[in-house]
């Protein structure tokens, strides 16, 4: 059954003309108590002590909608997960179910090792003309935190790079074949990379995508950790047979914290690679953490990250950053707005509006909230580029015929509720 021919509550139907956000919540608060929804949570995990089977067992006496639960599987990419648990179980999951499941999940262990060859690949080339590169997420954080390539969806790889060695290792994707999703020369480049903080570039069979980077989130985002850093700290891994450089386990938890946030955590698999990571690295150097966390203007997302690995997925913190916790009275509120949004009908995404003043309450500096409200107005997206090349020498259009364009496609709603978010 699809979400949009689900019944819809009663509460619902009563708010019926009341405002959107109203109806959403009622909508999302609803998702995330139904079966399927409590189900996917209590099997994300790549293991289950006596209690959590306990758990699982005891939604599984609820009546299941097996074909929402998988669409909701395969929507937080989560399945492989998914399946792993439900095996344990044949005696509360129909066979059909069960053998689905693991077809499923065995397709997308396939699609893992063929990216994993691919990513070899790419790093070979990139090694054999002295381009440093770090894989992010992907096979390596599969390997890193569920201990198993297969346990992890991924449908991309993202590798880091130096600022300086972006042109070039576009030229050597190039000449293997790879396109580049935005046709630039070298100097509309160097201004992309300006304000652009990733280069996607596609395979020529379309099997592909490698997204290139040189920085850790978009500019608009105004999260202040310099990428040079994480150079300092890296550590070698073995993967498929060869050693790659790897981000510390403390600067990879506090990347997967900040992208979560960028992306509002609407998907589980992001909060599962939280818990997953805090379970393989329970070593983790959690005062660093917190310090860099601080210094970069991230240590809410961190705390949201965490505290969303706990209360949903169980995960278990130090004594220092429950503390912290504790002490940031924003938490709650972002909480529970994000549970329930993790489970809300992909009919109705999050506005532009909604995610820029989910941002704003993700950010404990008001210095970085200003910086991001800017950023937001005259940064160009990949999409400007895209849509409109401009020469090299007139790209600062972009930032001057922004606003022009946001006014346009959302008029003064959006800025109005966000300034006013800002001075309340």
């Known amino acids: 059954m699809s979400y949009s021919s689900m019944p819809r509550s009663d509460e619902h139907v009563r708010l019926r003309g009341e405002s959107g956000l109203v109806k959403r ?3 999302t608060r609803s998702a995330a108590q139904r079966p399927e929804s409590r189900l996917l949570l209590a099997c994300a995990r790549t293991t289950a002590d006596p209690a959590q089977s306990a758990a699982i067992r005891a939604v599984l006496d609820s009546p299941i909608r097996w074909p929402e639960l998988i669409a909701l599987a395969e929507q937080h990419k989560v399945l492989p997960l998914l399946s792993r648990q439900l095996q344990a179980f044949p005696d509360r999951v129909p066979q059909p179910v069960l053998e689905q499941l ?3 999940a065995m397709s997308a262990a396939r699609q893992s090792l063929f990216l994993t060859g691919a990513l070899l690949n790419v790093l070979a080339l990139f090694q054999s003309h002295g381009i440093d590169a770090i894989p992010l997420k992907g096979p390596l954080l599969a390997t890193v935190a569920y201990g198993n390539l297969a346990l992890r969806q991924f449908d991309d790889l993202d590798i880091l790079v130096h600022t300086q060695d972006m042109l070039p290792a576009r030229d050597l994707l190039i000449a293997q074949g790879y396109q580049p999703l935005v046709q630039l020369s070298d100097r509309q480049a160097e201004s992309y990379l300006r304000s652009q903080y990733v280069y996607p570039f596609i395979s020529g ?3 592909t995508i490698v997204e290139l ?3 850790i989130r978009p500019r608009y985002f105004a999260f202040h950790l310099d990428p040079e850093r994480l150079w300092t700290r890296l550590e070698r891994l073995p993967l498929g047979g060869r050693e790659v450089l790897n ?3 403390e600067d990879l938890l506090l990347m997967l914290c900040v992208h979560g946030a960028n992306h509002c955590w609407e998907r ?3 909060i599962c690679d939280l818990a997953e990571l805090i379970r393989a690295r329970p070593d983790l150097d959690w005062p660093l953490l ?4 601080r210094r970069s203007g991230g240590e809410r997302m961190l705390l949201l990250g965490l505290l969303l690995a706990r209360e949903l997925l169980g995960a278990t913190l130090p004594e220092l950053m429950t503390r912290r916790i504790a002490e940031d009275a924003a938490l709650p509120r972002l909480l529970a707005a994000t549970t329930a949004g993790l489970f809300r009908e992909p009919t109705q995404p999050l506005t532009a509006s909604e995610r820029a003043r989910f941002h704003l309450r993700s950010r404990e500096r008001w210095r970085d909230r200003w910086q991001y409200c800017l950023y937001l107005l005259i940064s160009p997206t990949e999409e400007d580029w895209t849509a409109q090349p401009l020469p090299a020498a007139l790209t600062f259009l972009y930032a001057l015929s922004r606003p022009l364009k946001l006014l346009g496609r959302y008029g ?3 800025l109005k509720d966000l300034i006013g978010r800002q001075d309340s």
């Open 213 to 215: 980077h040189h920085d």
């Open 25 to 27: 919540a009622v909508n």
């Open 102 to 104: 693991r077809d499923m």
């Open 290 to 293: 917190l310090d860099e966390a």
């Open 412 to 414: 003064m709603r959006p």
């Open 205 to 207: 069979d379309g099997s």
């Open 268 to 270: 589980l698999a992001w």
């Open 247 to 249: 981000l510390s386990s």
